[in-house]
């Protein structure tokens, strides 16, 4: 087979793999050349900063990309294909963040952060206020909250790429012998063996261009995957109502459709001499029940021993289905298992909102599981418009970005980009995936690959598979552009405020070796982590960018725009903010038996975080020495 042919392959597998080849040769390339650009520069301000030059393009796009993370490519997608269009009420408010964020502290942070020299937050933090105690909090509660948005992007990367690579013979050949090695294994053999394989390949590829290429590597990265993304959203929306047969025709097909049942069945087989093993996702068809046709997909892998017929309690989706949505019909037989097998006995439960009602994926609030009300009442709907910009402005990771822009016009030309941008992006994606609720049923089981799925699905069905490489990148490349960001993130933290602190007069040389060390350590812990992780990864992003907003966001207008902030009020303000969020999501945990927040009046856990925050911190530095005159003059000028 000549390149050209295996290139333009008629499998999805074949292409996506060279499409992921060559993307990462691209992405060591760059990483390379960045780190070529580190020779001569200080290190600590070139490899976390890149010298504080970025330009309009570089500023934006990596801006625009690290805010496109796994969370925006999976996570929202997986949430816009469980609950339909009143996802729209949600994602409205991200795109807003530019805006906000950039608009509200992007001017004055790259002030305060050149004039003291500072690389990262708790730095900043702790030369405005002259206090180590200042930035040995911000530090610990950076490094605690980011962790879990780290650990979002690496499930997202391994949930990538099991969809990526699923149809390549080389890589289920590995998948099995991974199965084999790990299965005694404690931990580690509970985990999917091709989510366990991707899950490797994802870290090591990452935390090596990261560690080796730095800051700049990022940057340059993040505008090709920006690109990547943009193009790839454009492509996939095109696809989707082509094949949807218009906005119209899916909203139609959406208002006839019912929430599935979760539980159990009992999998009986007429051939019973060899063993078997039924894979996640495998569907199975059940009797007709008046004007509708059941299936059931199975949630987890099912395995028949040899002689065996029966086997009972077998983890299962039921999906219910209009017999006049041909389309949808139409999707689930063409997977239908061939073998020979019933499913019986049913033991399954619907959501509390909207079980067995058509049309609920078209009308608010949209249906949940555990929640009479729905998902999205009124005010939650609005503490979450308010959550993203918001909690979008306090992430250190975008505060990164703003000490590093070059001048004023760069940042005035880069608020208007970026909105752009991200109106580009998430618009197109609420259409993308509530015509997914069409075209993939069934899906519920693992949600959070829906966004690969669909990549693959639409351009076999368009009969253009090699394409398949390339829409898969655009989430692939939303995940790396985040998880490169956060690992230099937290390993910033960890060697300039603590390491470096400790050890003043550390070369060059040392400080890049720690720094080296710290990025693995740290994608290590991130990787083992995810092993078993949740089922929505966007519960951990919530979780991770509400718990920095509350930590961050109150304490770094203050120290920017307000003279007085006191150190004491400054750690009160990140300790009761912070501990507010871990607080309300262990009340959640307590309450709903599973990893959410406490939603008090219906409203997000960061609104009342971020309310305490404020009245702590006023209620603190009315009560603490006043701020040292010498910083206030530095930072403020001369005060009347």
């Given at each position: 087979?000549?390149?050209?042919?295996?290139?333009?392959?008629?499998?999805?597998?074949?292409?996506?793999?060279?499409?992921?080849?060559?993307?990462?040769?691209?992405?060591?390339?760059?990483?390379?050349?960045?780190?070529?650009?580190?020779?001569?520069?200080?290190?600590?301000?070139?490899?976390?900063l890149?010298?504080?030059?970025?330009?309009?393009?570089?500023?934006?796009?990596?801006?625009?990309?690290?805010?496109?993370?796994?969370?925006?490519?999976?996570?929202?997608?997986?949430?816009?294909?469980?609950?339909?269009?009143?996802?729209?009420?949600?994602?409205?408010?991200?795109?807003?963040?530019?805006?906000?964020?950039?608009?509200?502290i992007?001017?004055?942070?790259?002030?305060?952060?050149?004039?003291?020299?500072?690389?990262?937050?708790?730095?900043?933090?702790?030369?405005?206020?002259?206090?180590?105690?200042?930035?040995?909090?911000?530090?610990?509660?950076?490094?605690?909250?980011?962790?879990?948005?780290?650990?979002?992007?690496?499930?997202?990367?391994?949930?990538?790429?099991?969809?990526?690579?699923?149809?390549?013979?080389?890589?289920?050949?590995?998948?099995?012998?991974?199965?084999?090695?790990?299965?005694p294994?404690?931990?580690?053999?509970?985990?999917?063996?091709?989510?366990?394989?991707?899950?490797?390949?994802?870290?090591?590829?990452?935390?090596a261009?990261?560690?080796?290429?730095?800051?700049?590597?990022?940057?340059?990265?993040?505008?090709?995957?920006?690109?990547?993304?943009?193009?790839?959203?454009?492509?996939?929306?095109?696809?989707?109502?082509?094949?949807?047969?218009?906005?119209?025709?899916?909203?139609?097909?959406?208002?006839?459709?019912v929430?599935?049942?979760?539980?159990?069945?009992?999998?009986?087989?007429?051939?019973?001499?060899?063993?078997?093993?039924?894979?996640?996702?495998?569907?199975?068809?059940?009797?007709?029940?008046?004007?509708?046709?059941p299936?059931?997909?199975?949630?987890?892998?099912?395995?028949?021993?040899a002689?065996?017929?029966?086997?009972t309690?077998?983890?299962?989706?039921?999906?219910?289905?209009?017999?006049?949505?041909?389309?949808?019909?139409?999707?689930?037989?063409?997977?239908?298992?061939?073998?020979?097998?019933n499913?019986?006995?049913?033991?399954?439960?619907?959501?509390?909102?909207?079980?067995?009602k058509?049309?609920?994926?078209?009308?608010?609030?949209?249906?949940?599981?555990?929640?009479?009300?729905?998902?999205?009442?009124?005010?939650?709907?609005?503490?979450?418009?308010?959550?993203?910009?918001?909690?979008g402005?306090?992430?250190?990771?975008?505060?990164?970005?703003?000490?590093?822009?070059?001048?004023?016009?760069?940042?005035r030309?880069?608020?208007i980009?970026?909105?752009?941008?991200?109106?580009?992006?998430?618009?197109?994606?609420i259409?993308?995936?509530?015509?997914?609720?069409?075209l993939?049923?069934?899906?519920?089981?693992?949600?959070?690959?829906?966004?690969?799925e669909?990549?693959?699905?639409?351009?076999?069905?368009?009969?253009?598979?090699?394409?398949?490489?390339?829409?898969?990148?655009?989430?692939?490349?939303?995940?790396?552009?985040?998880?490169?960001?956060?690992?230099?993130?937290?390993?910033?933290?960890?060697?300039?405020?603590?390491?470096?602190?400790?050890?003043?007069?550390?070369?060059?040389?040392?400080?890049?070796?720690?720094?080296?060390?710290?990025?693995?350590?740290?994608?290590?812990?991130?990787m083992?982590?995810?092993?078993?992780?949740?089922?929505?990864?966007?519960?951990?992003?919530?979780?991770g960018?509400?718990?920095?907003?509350?930590?961050?966001?109150?304490p770094?207008?203050?120290?920017?725009?307000?003279?007085?902030?006191?150190?004491?009020?400054?750690?009160?303000?990140?300790?009761?903010?912070?501990?507010?969020?871990?607080?309300?999501?262990?009340?959640?945990?307590?309450?709903?038996?599973?990893?959410?927040?406490y939603?008090?009046?219906?409203?997000?856990?960061?609104?009342?975080?971020?309310?305490?925050?404020?009245?702590?911190?006023?209620?603190?530095?009315?009560?603490?020495?006043?701020?040292?005159?010498?910083?206030?003059?530095?930072?403020?000028?001369?005060?009347?």
């Amino acid at each position: 087979m000549t390149g050209a042919d295996f290139i333009f392959a008629s499998t999805a597998g074949n292409a996506a793999l060279v499409s992921f080849a060559i993307y990462m040769v691209v992405v060591f390339v760059l990483a390379g050349l960045a780190n070529r650009e580190q020779s001569g520069k200080s290190f600590l301000n070139e490899y976390f900063l890149g010298s504080r030059n970025l330009g309009m393009w570089a500023f934006a796009f990596t801006y625009a990309a690290t805010s496109a993370s796994g969370g925006s490519f999976m996570g929202f997608p997986s949430l816009i294909y469980t609950h339909g269009w009143v996802m729209a009420l949600w994602i409205a408010g991200y795109i807003i963040v530019p805006l906000v964020a950039i608009g509200l502290i992007a001017k004055r942070l790259n002030q305060v952060a050149r004039k003291s020299g500072s690389i990262t937050v708790p730095e900043l933090l702790r030369k405005r206020l002259g206090s180590d105690t200042v930035g040995m909090v911000a530090t610990v509660l950076l490094v605690f909250f980011q962790f879990f948005f780290l650990l979002a992007q690496f499930k997202a990367g391994a949930k990538i790429m099991t969809t990526l690579l699923g149809d390549v013979a080389v890589y289920q050949t590995a998948v099995a012998a991974v199965d084999q090695f790990t299965a005694p294994i404690p931990w580690v053999g509970s985990a999917e063996a091709d989510y366990l394989l991707c899950l490797l390949v994802f870290a090591v590829s990452v935390v090596a261009y990261t560690a080796w290429g730095g800051f700049r590597a990022v940057v340059w990265t993040d505008m090709m995957q920006g690109v990547i993304m943009g193009l790839g959203v454009v492509i996939l929306l095109g696809l989707a109502l082509s094949q949807v047969g218009g906005l119209g025709k899916a909203t139609e097909e959406l208002s006839r459709q019912v929430p599935p049942k979760e539980g159990n069945a009992t999998l009986i087989r007429s051939v019973a001499d060899e063993p078997l093993i039924l894979a996640k996702g495998t569907w199975l068809e059940m009797p007709k029940e008046n004007d509708r046709q059941p299936f059931v997909r199975l949630t987890e892998q099912v395995e028949f021993l040899a002689k065996q017929s029966i086997v009972t309690n077998a983890p299962i989706l039921q999906v219910l289905t209009s017999l006049k949505n041909e389309r949808e019909l139409k999707a689930i037989r063409a997977q239908l298992s061939k073998l020979e097998l019933n499913a019986t006995n049913l033991d399954v439960e619907g959501y509390d909102y909207g079980d067995d009602k058509p049309g609920v994926y078209v009308s608010a609030p949209g249906p949940k599981d555990s929640s009479a009300t729905g998902f999205l009442p009124i005010m939650l709907a609005i503490s979450f418009f308010c959550f993203w910009p918001f909690a979008g402005a306090a992430q250190p990771s975008y505060m990164a970005r703003q000490m590093a822009y070059k001048d004023i016009p760069t940042l005035r030309h880069s608020i208007i980009f970026v909105a752009l941008y991200f109106s580009l992006i998430y618009f197109p994606l609420i259409i993308i995936f509530t015509c997914g609720r069409v075209l993939l049923p069934g899906w519920e089981m693992d949600a959070d690959r829906v966004m690969p799925e669909m990549a693959t699905y639409l351009t076999s069905e368009a009969g253009v598979p090699w394409l398949a490489g390339l829409l898969v990148a655009a989430p692939f490349a939303a995940v790396m552009s985040s998880v490169d960001s956060f690992l230099l993130l937290v390993s910033g933290s960890v060697v300039r405020d603590v390491y470096q602190r400790k050890n003043p007069k550390a070369s060059d040389a040392q400080m890049k070796k720690v720094t080296y060390w710290t990025t693995v350590g740290v994608g290590a812990l991130a990787m083992l982590a995810m092993l078993n992780p949740p089922q929505f990864l966007q519960d951990l992003i919530v979780f991770g960018s509400g718990g920095l907003g509350a930590s961050f966001l109150m304490p770094v207008i203050l120290a920017l725009y307000w003279p007085k902030l006191t150190p004491r009020a400054t750690v009160a303000g990140m300790l009761s903010g912070g501990g507010s969020m871990a607080v309300f999501y262990l009340i959640g945990y307590l309450v709903n038996d599973k990893f959410s927040g406490y939603e008090l009046l219906s409203l997000h856990p960061f609104i009342w975080s971020v309310l305490v925050s404020a009245l702590v911190m006023l209620a603190v530095g009315r009560n603490s020495p006043p701020a040292e005159k010498s910083l206030v003059e530095k930072y403020f000028g001369t005060q009347p």
